[in-house]
């Protein structure tokens, strides 16, 4: 309608006023910031709610390690990142800061272990391979303990048994370490049972406390009975019984191990705890031996060398041992103005006991058998090694001796040893031998030597002259034989006629022998006609 008004009736109309309608609610642009905040707050919640500890680790050194990407791992499975590495104040170690997941809290408790996985090369074999390719990361050893803790020092090398696998640790006391070393095995009938984890000297420091772990369920097997030994290397042993050689498996040879089992004579007793303290013998056999009660000492003098016997060697009677060389030394024995030897020796009695022998009264029946002639006497065990051991025998032709019940310690009287009598006699043999005049025997030789050389020289000459004066007869004779032999072979041809004229004769001779044949048997028939002659002849 403004459009049908002239102009001058639009100059007097107002201009309109646009009013908006107010609404209570925001605008959308203040919606997205909102959004934004509340999606944050959440996600700073859900963090919060979500992060785990964060604990610190002190480690020798931070080779192989990288913060924001070494892994903390249990199991292969993440639990965990290096936050932050820095050194530590007296600068010796480095300290990693790791923050742990929520579901890995338990992990941060007194009793964990941490250490770095990396390639190593040790006893128990070869580790860590893996990361060759991924690279180190941090290993856990999840503890048990209920005590939370935030600081840790890391272990310098692995576990070798971690808290996760079943058995027992017991104590074991040594004299020295031998050949032994944390991840050395340990076997039970030379099957692998466990392993060293640790061990350290003891307080006064005159042996070594070593920490074993026997899993399940071969722990069973340790009882209060049970008797442990250095298994390690390869036993080698050169004594009076032989040369011997001893080894568990191939992989002592190398690293070490021990060995334990009970007495096979013992009855079967209860299971050891665990923490069972125990003493590591030398070997086998002085851990399987049977407690010899209080040991009788005696002394043995000895007039001849004693190369070859050694303190431990075996006191042996008839095969059965009955002690051991404690001891040997030298005296000098003023009345008869030589040296002696005494060799002091532990002789247990009670190996004598299925023998019928009382032992509370070893010197009397001592006495008797020294009266009945026992001696000692050294003897060769072995002629490869040439080791000696000191042999108890009767010898009823000894010569009698004295033995004093109340002396300490005992003496028990010696016999010179074969081999030594052996060497006596060897040596009167070489006097003799000695003795004999070899150069005038040598020089009897020469002279029949040259006497024969002077007649094997004639003998030449004479060969030589009757090759040379007698051989060309002997050569005409042959000579004369071969025309010999010739002319008896013509005569005896089959063409000769000396060959047909002994045939006609021969032939005429038989025909003789025939005729004298039939006269015979006719004389035979009719003998009277020797007197009165053939019927035919006499009609």
């Known amino acids: 309608m403004t459009d049908s008004l002239p102009p001058s009736d639009l100059q007097d109309v107002p201009d309109a006023v646009v009013t908006r309608e107010r609404s209570w609610l925001p605008s959308l642009v203040w919606l997205i910031p909102v959004v934004a905040a509340l999606v944050g707050l959440s996600l700073v919640i859900k963090a919060v709610l979500e992060q785990g500890p964060t604990i610190t680790i002190s480690l020798p050194t931070a080779e192989g390690l990288e913060a924001g990407k070494t892994k ?31 579901e890995a809290e338990t992990f941060a408790v007194s009793d964990s272990r941490f250490w770095v996985v990396k390639p190593r090369v040790g006893t128990s074999g070869i580790s860590g391979l893996g990361t060759l390719l991924s690279g180190a990361y941090i290993g856990v050893d999840a503890g048990k ?74 722990d069973r097997f340790v009882t209060g009975n049970t008797r442990f030994w250095h298994a390690s290397g390869v036993d080698i ?41 125990f003493t590591l013998a030398a070997d086998q056999a002085g851990a399987l031996k049977q407690a010899d009660g209080k040991a009788l000492t005696m002394v043995a003098y000895f007039q001849q060398s004693l190369r ?42 009670e190996r004598l006991r299925g023998s019928g022998v009382k032992v509370g009264s070893e010197p009397e029946f001592l006495a008797a058998l020294v009266k009945r002639g026992l001696r000692a006497q050294l003897r060769t065990g072995s002629f ?17 001796t004295t033995f004093d019940s109340r002396r300490r310690p005992l003496v028990l009287p010696t016999l010179q040893g074969s081999l030594d009598e052996l060497q006596s006699a060897v040596a009167e043999i070489v006097n003799k031998v000695q003795k004999i005049p070899f150069d005038q025997i040598g020089n009897n030789a020469n002279d029949t030597l040259v006497t024969l050389n002077a007649t094997l020289k004639n003998m030449d000459q004479l060969i030589k002259r009757v ?73």
């Open 72 to 102: 903390v791992k249990y199991k292969d499975v993440d639990i965990g990142v290096i936050k932050t590495i820095t050194l530590s104040p007296d600068r010796r170690r480095v300290i990693a800061s790791v923050d742990l997941r929520k």
């Open 467 to 539: 090759d040379g004066e007698l051989a060309p007869e002997a050569k005409a004779a042959l000579v004369e034989a071969r025309k010999a032999m010739g002319s008896a072979a013509d005569t005896l041809a089959v063409d000769n006629p000396l060959q047909q004229d002994v045939r006609s004769t021969l032939s005429e001779l038989s025909k003789a022998a025939q005729s004298l044949r039939v006269l015979t048997e006719y004389l035979e028939r009719h003998p009277e006609s020797l007197l009165r002659g053939k019927k035919e002849d006499s009609e």
């Open 384 to 400: 490869l090694t040439g080791q000696l051991y000191v042999a108890f025998d009767f010898f009823p032709k000894a010569p009698a």
């Open 308 to 349: 070859g016997l050694a303190t431990g060697a075996p006191i042996d009677f008839r095969g059965v041992v009955l002690g051991e060389v404690k001891s040997i030394g030298i005296e000098y024995d003023r009345a008869r103005q030589d040296f002696r030897m005494p060799v002091t020796l532990l002789i247990y009695p």
């Open 237 to 277: 042993q050169l004594d009076a019984g032989g040369f011997k050689v001893n080894t568990q498996s191939l992989a002592t040879v190398v690293s070490g191990g021990i060995a334990f089992q009970a007495p096979p004579e013992d009855d079967p007793v209860a299971q050891a705890p665990a923490g069972a303290v």
């Open 145 to 218: 303990s209920k005590a939370a803790r935030k600081d840790f020092v890391g272990l310098d090398v692995p576990p070798v048994v971690t808290a996760d696998v079943p058995g027992r640790k017991f104590t074991l006391l040594a004299d020295d370490l031998g050949s032994l070393d944390i991840g050395s095995l340990i076997y039970y009938r030379r099957i692998e049972v466990g392993q060293v984890v640790g061990y350290n000297l003891d307080e006064q420091g005159k042996g070594v406390v070593l920490r074993i772990f026997v899993k399940a369920p071969y």
